[in-house]
């Protein structure tokens, strides 16, 4: 469920006044992460790294709340929290033709 914010009294209004002019206003986090344990777990559980690595990022995501804020797409008047985020992925797999997805 999504629950607008009153933009007024949010403590982030001058950031959003600034990124809601721009035509794509999100951005990208890169970092190192440890993974030893992720990868030792995946292993031994035999599990897809990919997806043990998606669903902590994902829990990750979802614990952080200034994560959750959306903009509105079309009139960009609006921001919400939404209460899960749900990434969109696509897993890369060969097909029968040989090509991958």
């Known amino acids: 469920m999504n ?4 933009i007024n009294k949010w403590n982030r209004k001058e950031t959003y006044e600034l990124f809601k002019k721009y035509d794509n ?3 990208n986090i890169c970092t190192d992460v440890e993974i030893t344990d ?5 292993k031994e559980n035999k599990l897809s790294f990919f997806l043990v690595s998606l669903f902590l990022s994902n829990q990750t995501a ?4 200034s994560f959750r804020y959306r ?4 009139c960009r008047e609006t ?5 899960e985020i749900i990434p969109p992925f696509l897993p ?3 097909r029968w033709t040989g090509r991958f997805a």
């Not at 629950?3 to 009153?6: E, G, K, N, R």
């Not at 903009?71 to 079309?74: C, P």
């Open 62 to 65: 979802n614990s952080i709340e």
């Open 71 to 74: 903009i509105d797409a079309f």
């Open 92 to 94: 890369s797999y060969r």
């Open 38 to 42: 992720s990868l030792i777990y995946s």
């Open 3 to 6: 629950h607008f914010l009153d």
């Open 25 to 27: 206003p999100f951005f």
């Open 79 to 83: 921001v919400t929290l939404t209460d």
